[in-house]
């Protein structure tokens, strides 16, 4: 079956200017959750969705970066201000409910944001 | 905070060599272990999973796991690699209970390469 689809998987943009990172989940999986993969830092995590609620956003590294869901489906990362710390690939994943914790997360392919 | 150490860097191995691939974790509760492993232009995918029952797991691929609770330990291993497993491996944990259940908390990943 389909997987999970983040879209663009190319960004180049300017410093300063907005970005939306858009993430589409598995059919039926009610969880869903943003990361990203940087040269430094390794995996880190942003947020956290169950349903259209995010019980957990303190990987948010600053005010710039928000995000929501709704419909409980497909999620929208946006950046504002774009600084070329923001330079990283930022990963979707989605899995089934969680009892506790113990459901495996499906990862996208990642959309690779490049901050000039 | 949870924190997952990847000992080793970058593996190098020639095919037919066994492998094992350190993990640590630092979490005294209840946790969830995984491996994920990226192969290269991929996704990261799930390898294999320990959520509770026999501390020895095994995923796909021929890889196992296994779980050492007094060493906080997660180690990874395969009797015998072969050149498609050159990929990076991530190992990660998240809590079983508590407020941060959903987010996975990702070692630096190993960078493993074999050589036909």
């Known amino acids: 079956g389909a997987g999970v689809s983040q879209s663009p998987s190319n960004k180049v943009t300017e410093k300063g200017k907005d970005v939306e990172l858009r993430c589409d989940p598995i059919?039926?999986?009610?969880?869903l959750y943003w990361y990203r993969q940087s040269l430094g830092q390794g995996l880190e995590f942003l947020i956290y969705?169950?349903?259209?609620?995010?019980?957990?956003k303190s990987g948010l590294p600053s005010d710039r970066f928000s995000a929501e869901r709704t419909g409980g489906s497909v999620s929208t990362l946006t950046i504002q201000r774009t600084q070329q710390e923001d330079s990283a690939v930022y990963l979707c994943?989605?899995?089934?409910?969680?009892?506790?914790?113990?459901?495996?997360?499906?990862f996208g392919d990642g959309t690779r944001l490049s901050i000039l | 905070a949870q924190s997952v150490s990847q000992h080793n860097h970058h593996v190098i191995l020639s095919e037919a060599a066994s492998l094992e691939l350190g993990c640590n974790y630092s979490?005294?509760?209840?946790?969830?272990l995984f491996w994920y492993v990226q192969y290269p232009g991929q996704h990261l995918q799930l390898l294999l999973k320990?959520?509770?029952?026999?501390?020895l797991v095994k995923g796909i691929k021929g890889f196992e796991a296994e779980f050492i609770k007094s060493k906080f330990s997660f180690n990874l291993r395969k009797p015998s690699v072969q050149w498609s497993d050159t990929a990076e491996y991530f190992c990660?944990?998240?809590?079983?209970?508590?407020?941060?259940?959903?987010?996975?908390?990702f070692g630096r990943g190993t960078q493993l390469t074999v050589w036909p």
């Open positions: 979490y005294g509760g209840t946790v969830n």
């Open positions: 994943a989605s899995s089934l409910a969680y009892g506790d914790g113990n459901q495996p997360q499906h």
């Open positions: 059919s039926g999986h009610t969880a």
């Open positions: 320990y959520f509770s029952g026999d501390p």
């Open positions: 990660a944990v998240n809590a079983g209970r508590g407020s941060t259940l959903g987010r996975l908390y």
């Open positions: 969705f169950q349903g259209n609620s995010a019980p957990d």
